[in-house]
């Protein structure tokens, strides 16, 4: 009786632990785009990036880098798109430009935000992206519209991301975009979960503002096609597996659509391994 207990007892300690202890499936790795959000920037008198640092945030590069797409230069025999599309992407074309860390740094104390930004030579204005500690004003994604109420102090779950606005004309420049890039650590299988939030401000008497949203890979795949929303619209979730080489990089992308006025939007985005 004594001898059979103690055998029931062994097989539900292997069911439990699994022989050797680690012969379980290996733990899933994770990133998040707001977690591992990292900033090496400073204020006035470095207090930017204490504050950071006080946040308890990264301060190292990761697997995350930020910057703009240029899609619409090239020339007339090969020219870029000027939407932002898969071609984007493509490695040998180079439109990337990754913010500076120190030298292309915004901080500001009450928000409390910490960004990258990049002016565009044009004179239309600055693309950006960075942590913002709480939607703080009518055009900030998640202030109003239907995402509201969304973005909580502090906010633990939006990156943002505000393309260059319209100069000039105001056309032609969806393609000088805000851009959030992931580099697969390894070759594999990854899945990329989360969701868009158009921020801007919906009612405007100057009318109804659109911004385009893709989701591209840097083989120049589009793994979301690019898509319009208009200003403080739904949110827009996204959920796909990707099939990445090491190095391959995964780009979120955020375009003006054209027009000039607001065009700030949320990015949610959890990744792990399959
Ligand atoms: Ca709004
Ligand atoms: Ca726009």
Same mark, same amino acid.
């Given at each position: 009786m004594r001898k059979q207990r103690l055998r029931l007892g062994m097989i539900a300690m292997v069911l439990v632990c699994g022989w050797g202890g680690d012969a379980g499936l290996a733990a899933p790795k994770k990133w998040d785009v707001v977690k591992d959000f990292w900033w090496t920037g400073q204020g006035p008198g470095e207090e930017g990036l204490m504050s950071w640092r006080a946040m308890g945030r990264e301060t190292k590069p990761n697997q995350w880098s930020y910057g703009t797409i240029n899609c619409t230069g090239g020339t007339p025999d090969n020219p870029y798109p000027k939407q932002i599309d898969g071609i984007c992407a493509q490695a040998d074309r180079e439109p990337f430009v990754q913010f500076s860390p120190l030298a292309e740094t915004a901080y500001n104390e009450s928000i409390p935000f910490f960004f990258y930004f990049r002016a565009d030579p044009k004179g239309s204005g600055k693309v950006e992206v960075g942590y913002y500690g709480k939607a703080w004003y009518e055009l900030a994604p998640g202030f109003d519209g239907e995402g509201a109420g969304k973005v909580l102090a502090p906010n633990e779950e939006y990156l943002y991301l505000k393309p260059v606005g319209g100069g000039g004309d105001g056309s032609g420049i969806d393609g000088t975009a805000a851009a959030v890039k992931w580099k697969a650590p390894e070759k594999g299988t990854y899945r990329v979960a989360g969701e868009w939030l158009p921020g801007g401000l919906k009612n405007s008497p100057e009318g109804?503002?659109?911004?385009?949203?893709?989701? @591209?890979?840097? *083989?120049?795949?589009?793994?979301?096609?690019?898509?319009?929303?208009?200003?403080?619209?739904?949110?827009?979730?996204?959920? @796909?597996?990707? *099939?990445?080489?090491?190095?391959?990089?995964?780009i979120f992308v955020v375009g003006s659509d054209g027009s000039a006025r607001g065009n700030m939007v949320g990015l949610k985005a959890k990744i792990e391994t399959k």
């Open positions: 109804v503002n659109t911004m385009s949203l893709a989701i @591209l890979s840097s *083989k120049g795949k589009a793994l979301v096609p690019r898509k319009v929303v208009e200003d403080d619209g739904p949110v827009e979730p996204f959920d @796909l597996e990707a *099939k990445m080489e090491k190095d391959e990089e995964i």
